[in-house]
């Protein structure tokens, strides 16, 4: 669980991101202008922006309930859907989204989940999620050399670099899980030159988290061997739960009232600017995410690209935080109110287990 601090500093480094973000996307702007344009954006495209968002964060929970049901964890729709919620809405405020996952676990605990099995669950859809991203991304550069060159010349450094990043992260996650003996001896060997040049010290605890840590990699290595389909229906439904979100940028291209660009294109480009971020220590990529939309929609959007900025950053970005967030306050709330409730028949009744079921009396 996260202490009060980190949370304040999280918040803290998510607002000076966004303050320093609001400055170098709308200096020297024509403010009026844009606000012009944004106002007679059709509301009929823009609405359907937001349920694709919702869709997205739904198209996680989907893949919580359906693993869990592997598991034979049978859980409600709508726990799942707050599961999802609170991932969301802390990878949103952290740097890297590193910050989603332990809060899931958290959450899954109160729900009697084992932490073993909510974290090969969570590890399964994080690899899978990625590697959605890494195949989208090769397919790009191996099949899409004209889109490369008509949209990307001004940005290939930065989307090459973030593919190779998300590349090398998905490698590595796949070594651990699937060669947990040979991870585990070449991070061993790195921790003992690191202590042994003195840049980190030498802390018993640390092997043993280490140790914790693969022991996570072999399970979630066997739970892949022994539900091949189950993987490959996850991969299917992170494929069209990521077009979801990229969609939300053609939605704001078709309240623009804009034509002559393809659904696709649209789609690519968005991919592309999650793909060049994704892995960069930035709290929601804000400010590379900006800069990159700013350069590849020029030729999209035109004189409209700052207002198409505003509103698919605030559909797909924006309106995500802010649906997470009231989830996660709903989920804080329910299981605040529930574990009141259950103490409350414990302190009465007694004999009362904690997920709840009364055991009967011998």
């Not at 574990?339 to 009465?348: F, H, K, M, P």
């Amino acid at each position: 669980m996260w202490t009060k601090k980190k949370l304040v500093w999280n918040v803290i480094l998510l607002l000076a991101v966004f303050g320093l973000t609001l400055y170098g996307v709308f200096h020297g702007e024509d403010l009026g202008a844009m606000m012009d344009a944004i106002g007679k954006a059709d509301i009929r495209y823009l609405v359907p922006g937001v349920a694709l968002v919702i869709c997205f964060i739904w198209g996680e929970s989907v893949i919580i309930w359906y693993m869990m049901r592997s598991f034979k964890i049978h859980l409600k729709k709508r726990a799942c859907f707050l599961f999802s919620s609170v991932g969301f809405f802390f990878s949103c405020i952290t740097p890297s989204a590193t910050g989603g996952q332990p809060m899931q676990i958290y959450y899954m605990k109160k729900e009697n989940i084992p932490i073993p099995v909510s974290t090969v669950v969570l590890m399964v859809v994080t690899i899978t999620y990625k590697l959605v991203l890494v195949v989208a991304g090769l397919g790009i550069l191996i099949f899409g050399r004209g889109f490369l060159h008509r949209y990307l010349e001004g940005i290939l450094p930065v989307y090459y670099l973030g593919l190779a990043l998300n590349v090398f992260c998905v490698s590595f996650m796949t070594v651990l899980v699937f060669h947990p003996l040979l991870a585990e001896r070449i991070l061993v060997i790195g921790m003992e030159w690191l202590e042994r040049f003195r840049l980190m010290k030498k802390k018993e605890s640390r092997r043993e988290r280490l140790g914790r840590a693969m022991e996570t990699y072999r399970e979630t290595a066997a739970y892949l061997k022994d539900h091949g389909r189950v993987i490959v229906n996850v991969i299917l439904i992170t494929f069209v739960q990521r077009i979801l979100l990229f969609s939300v940028t053609w939605m704001v291209y078709l309240a623009l009232g804009m034509s002559g660009t393809s659904a696709l294109d649209v789609i690519l480009l968005q991919a592309v600017i999650s793909i060049s971020v994704d892995m960069l220590p930035l709290p929601g990529g804000m400010g590379i995410s900006e800069s990159l939309f700013l350069r590849i929609f020029g030729i999209v959007f035109g004189g409209l690209t700052l207002p198409a900025l505003v509103l698919s950053r605030g559909l797909g970005y924006y309106s995500q935080l802010v649906i997470s967030a009231v989830f996660t306050v709903v989920a804080q709330i329910y299981y605040t109110l529930r574990s009141g409730r259950y103490s409350g028949t414990i302190s009465e009744g007694g004999g009362e287990t904690e997920g709840g079921q009364k055991q009967s009396e011998t």
